[in-house]
């Protein structure tokens, strides 16, 4: 009897839990849809890169010091004059960094790669995919999924699109790893050169994920 009310009162939890969960990620999608649009960038990119990055979870955070669903480094972003730790500036950050790889390389397969490997690492390896198992699952992971999306589009992209998609983003600005934050004026960017020489020398992200198991 005890272990049959134990499973009902989980089983109320979860179904409780789950539509506040399920809008405040569509609420995370919507801000990357807007943000993706307006820098001319494709959404199921960038909903893809956020998927596989945090699971479009803005606490999270890598063995490696990155943060938020776009996973930035708080010096990175501080070059580009954002704040790693503000769910809108993360998601502007990543989407402004993808949009800069593209640019430098060219190809949406590479760009992907100097995100998560760094451009430097591309460069070495002659402009191509760094043979690195992670920088290769990555990349295919998230092509794959753009090929999904234009199948099946995220319901989030037309709502956004069509100005129909109204819910209130949750409060989602996580800890500053330091007592204080310091960052560049807004919209003030360094030089490129200076940009890329930090991040080639950063090393792929890896993002590892605690899962917490019940047993009834």
Same mark, same amino acid.
């Given at each position: ?31 990357? $849809? ?155 960017? $360094? ?22 198991? $019940?047993?009834?």
């Amino acid at each position: 009897m005890k272990k049959l009310l134990l499973t009902f009162t989980l089983l109320c939890a979860i179904f409780v839990n789950a539509p506040a969960q399920a809008t405040d990620v569509n609420a995370v999608k919507a801000k990357i $849809v807007k943000h993706a649009i307006s820098m001319g960038v494709d959404p199921a990119i960038a909903l893809s890169i956020a998927r596989t990055e945090s699971g479009f979870r803005h606490e999270a955070r890598s063995s490696h010091g990155a943060v938020g669903v776009f996973q930035l480094m708080p010096s990175t972003a501080r070059r580009m004059g954002l704040n790693p730790y503000s769910l809108n500036d993360n998601i502007k950050g990543g989407i402004m960094y993808y949009k800069k790889m593209y640019n430098m390389f060219g190809s949406v397969e590479l760009a992907l790669a100097a995100y998560n490997a760094g451009p430097g690492n591309v460069k070495k390896y002659n402009n191509s995919i760094p043979p690195y198992a992670e920088t290769r699952n990555f990349v295919r992971k998230i092509t794959a999924d753009v090929k999904r999306q234009k199948t099946t589009p995220d319901p989030i992209v037309a709502k956004v699109k069509s100005g129909t998609y109204t819910a209130q983003a949750p409060k989602t600005n996580i800890p500053k790893a330091k007592a204080e934050y310091k960052m560049a004026p807004a919209g003030q960017i $360094v030089n490129a050169s200076d940009l890329e020489t930090e991040i080639i020398e950063e090393n792929p992200i890896e993002l590892k994920l605690e899962t917490l198991t $019940v047993s009834i």
